[in-house]
């Protein structure tokens, strides 16, 4: 490593454990180092090995400015990005085109950031990837860095719902804790909405609640039948609840608020008229309704409760719709109650 000259205490090898390894003048071999003054912009140290990142030769660039050494553009470049992060891995690389000292370009992977009174500047290999990568990378690594920080359950809960609101868009995240008697408590919440579901119990402590798994390896029509030997509950006062989605295709989100798919319109539209009329071998024989229903429902967890619904319908009942809207163009957020009329 090369610095303005001064006295370098010799390293004594039997005090390894205690070695100041930022302070140790070196630099691994895969990377290569710049730092200048935030002040001044003058380099004042650099890695031997600096011209084989970079073409630029350490020697010369001590004492040069970054202007000078790297360019006034790359410079001006440099400086607008955002410097400090909170934590060191969060550093979104910089690539960038530098003409070496021997007036040959080169493409440089570079890791700025800042420590004390100086901008650090770290090469690495550039390696060809798809920009896309460093995007999914920076929030992996962000996950991990928040989530490693809280020490109780409630923290934990809280930066979740943060991180998982800013990953998927969604306008509210809530994590429940539930109870031995399985009700639900919301302990952390993330949203752009004005009210707030913080601390309140889905449903109430008092209620009994027995909740159902779906059997994956059965058809739409065994599931259907299942529901219906379930209606003697029903009679008996039961209220039967089925959570789900008529449309639900996650891999098709939009973000942009451009509104729904046409496919995404013309599947919920059907499955609302065979709501309507009480067609329920329509509703489990839904691949009938062609391609609208193949993008609508890509796997059938979401679509089936609607079938225990359906199935548990009486010729007295009547079925009304509410929240009959989409979220990000492809989630049916339809929502329906069969009831007698009172």
């Not at 100086?118 to 995007?135: C, D």
């Not at 209620?207 to 739409?220: C, M, N, R, W």
């Not at 309507?276 to 967890?301: K, N, Q």
Request: aromatic letters at 8%.
């Amino acid at each position: 490593m090369l610095t303005p000259p001064h006295t370098q205490p010799a390293v004594d090898l039997d005090a390894c454990d205690r070695e100041p390894i930022h302070h140790i003048g070196v630099v691994q071999p895969h990377g290569a180092l710049l730092a200048a003054e935030i002040a001044t912009h003058r380099v004042r140290c650099a890695s031997l090995n600096l011209a084989g990142f970079t073409g630029l030769d350490a020697r010369t660039a001590l004492g040069r400015t970054l202007d000078e050494v790297l360019g006034a553009d790359h410079c001006a470049t440099l400086f607008a990005r955002p410097l400090t992060p909170s934590h060191p891995e969060l550093i979104k690389p910089w690539f960038a085109t530098l003409r070496g000292d021997d007036g040959v370009e080169r493409r440089v992977e570079c890791y700025p950031h800042v420590h004390d009174d100086h901008l650090l500047l770290e090469f690495v290999r550039e390696e060809p990837r798809p920009a896309a990568v460093w995007e999914q990378d920076l929030v992996r690594q962000r996950i991990i860095a928040e989530m490693i920080k809280p020490n109780t359950v409630a923290g934990l809960a809280e930066v979740g719902a943060r991180l998982i609101r800013e990953i998927t868009g969604f306008d509210r995240v809530m994590i429940y804790r539930f109870a031995p008697d399985l009700h639900g408590e919301v302990i952390a919440e993330s949203t752009s909405r004005a009210d707030s579901f913080m601390g309140l119990h889905y449903p109430a402590a008092d209620i009994p609640v027995f909740q159902l798994s779906l059997d994956t390896g059965a058809s739409p029509a065994a599931h259907a039948e299942i529901a219906r030997q379930l209606a003697f509950l029903r009679r008996q006062g039961t209220l039967i609840v089925a959570s789900g989605n008529l449309v639900h295709n996650l891999a098709r989100l939009r973000f942009d608020g451009s509104g729904p798919f046409d496919w995404a319109v013309e599947f919920d539209t059907w499955a609302a008229d065979r709501l309507t009329s009480g067609d329920t071998m329509a509703l489990c024989d839904y691949g009938r309704a062609g391609s609208a229903a193949a993008l609508s429902v890509p796997t059938d967890e979401h679509y089936l409760p609607a079938l225990y619904a359906a199935a548990l319908r009486e010729p007295a009942d009547h079925i009304t719709f509410f929240n009959e809207g989409f979220d990000y163009g492809s989630v049916s957020m339809r929502s329906f109650v069969i009831a007698r009329p009172v």
